[in-house]
């Protein structure tokens, strides 16, 4: 008999942007006649730069040729995509970083999630409430988070509230954490940290043998100066923290599939003897036994993203999705609702009006107004009575969003 493994038949419901789907179709199917706005899952709708789309076009070539085909690609990714990565988005801002230390991935949610692997089932883990639910899924599949209950809360998991009311900075935990997720620039609340905060972070994990796993896939979204582009711009980063980061925020790829994450050798874990292990070794040998890297066409499209073109495109696209959030925020707060983010993140996060439970208000907007958003308490208990909309629409559909935000809307 095949056995289940039960920690998946302790997670509740759907993963969250599967159960706004499943709600979208079934109101489809309801209103058939509805135009539907969808501001909810970060998806993005400019096309690639055209650097990157040149670039793949060439590399589609070279695999039709005898002498430039390639075969299965290096588990860690190809150096050419791995040498620009480390001279624009470490060495430009004076960090340094080896070449073994970046791992070149299909993705920052697939990372996110597979990196618990490398971690004993007894850490206990700390994320920031509301959280990009993949951290706190991904735990609950090893079994590492406890029951799940009628709170909204894993009993293992230590949470990090972020709220309008501490300006969402998460605070250290009373107790000694051993994994500790960040999300800065944040998802969902398009918030950020300093580099000052940030240090505290870095200090809690080195006083505590602790490691961060610090996503930073919104860091291109990054406009104001004294916010940090990375973690490793703090002093004491390297002994404690893996950063992941992403080309499909920063360049559109969220179909095309390409990340990076960055395990400096320093950071380690530890053995039941306290014999020190090397993350990046656990992780390198992990990669090479579940991944066969990405495809060469992918990783040249990326590399791509560092040219002067490629650069210049991707500015052109950020700025088009920043401009959608000072709209939405602009708009929604010209109706008196409450909003955050949207400066340094494509996330706008809102007060629902009244209090409004999020799924209330989820489905008061889709009916109301058409439009599909994210309703706050799917990332968090702490995410109740707020709501997210993403910036990564066409601007013709935001701004129509907005106008049904003040005309449909019943406030
Ligand atoms: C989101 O909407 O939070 C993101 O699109 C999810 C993701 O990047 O996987």
Redesign the pocket.
Known sequence: MAYVNENHLKLPGNY??AEIGKRVNLFKNDHPEAKIIKL????VTRPLPAACIDAMHRAVDEMGREETFRGYPEYEGYDFLIQKIIEYDYLKRGIHIEADEVFVSD???SDTANIQELFGSDNIIAVTDPV?P?YVDSNAMAGRTGVYGADGKWSKVVYLPCTAENNFVPQLPDAKVDMIYLCFPN??TGMTLTKAQLKKWVDYAKANKSVILFDS?YEAYIHEEDVPHSIFEVEGAREVAVEFR?F??TAGF?GTRCAYTVIPKEVKVFAPDGEAQSLNRLWYRRQATKFNGVSYIVQRGAEAVYTEQGQKQIKATIGYYMENARIIRDGLKSIGIQVFGGVNAP?IWLKTPDGMDSWAFFDKLLSEANIVG?PGSGFGPSGRGYF?L?AFGGRESTEEAVERFKTRLKL
């Open positions: 969250l942007f909810g899952i970060g998806d993705g920052a949610k990009y993949v998802n969902p896939a992403s499909s925020k969220t996330y994210t997210r993403t």
